[in-house]
């Protein structure tokens, strides 16, 4: 059974530093692509990064796009973002998702994937 299990949101101060986790289990990891998805009340779920396990390809939205890193960990089975410098708009229920042999530009323009993991909420407050 396919089962992702993200951590790592709380409250954080205006251009604070937060890192999430999101470890998978139950498939093999160096076949999928991870990514992060958010969704801050009353607004659509948007891509914010992805990366392929399979060739170390990468996808950031344009607004996080130099504040947020997100590198991967095959041997924990586990793909971390790294966020800086957080805004107020960053506020929202972060996801993780993993799709099987997609690339991360294309994980990130899809809304639907065949994983998800529980949200964690980052809120941000300024």
């Known amino acids: 059974e396919v089962q992702l299990q993200a951590s790592g949101g709380g409250l954080v101060q205006a251009g604070g530093s937060p890192r999430l986790s999101c470890a998978g289990f139950?498939?093999?990891?160096?076949?999928?692509?991870i990514g992060w998805f958010r969704q801050a009340p009353g607004k659509e779920r948007e891509g914010v990064s992805c990366?392929?396990?399979?060739?170390?390809?990468?996808y950031y939205a344009d607004s996080v796009k130099g504040r947020f890193t997100i590198s991967s960990d095959n041997a924990k089975n586990t793909v971390y973002l790294q966020m800086n410098s957080l805004k107020p708009e960053d506020t929202a229920v972060y996801y993780c998702a993993a799709d099987p042999s997609i690339t991360a530009q294309a994980m990130g323009a899809m809304i639907l994937h065949n994983y998800w993991g529980q949200g964690t909420q980052v809120t941000v407050s300024s």
């Open positions: 139950g498939f093999t990891f160096d076949d999928y692509a």
């Open positions: 990366i392929s396990n399979s060739d170390g390809g990468t």
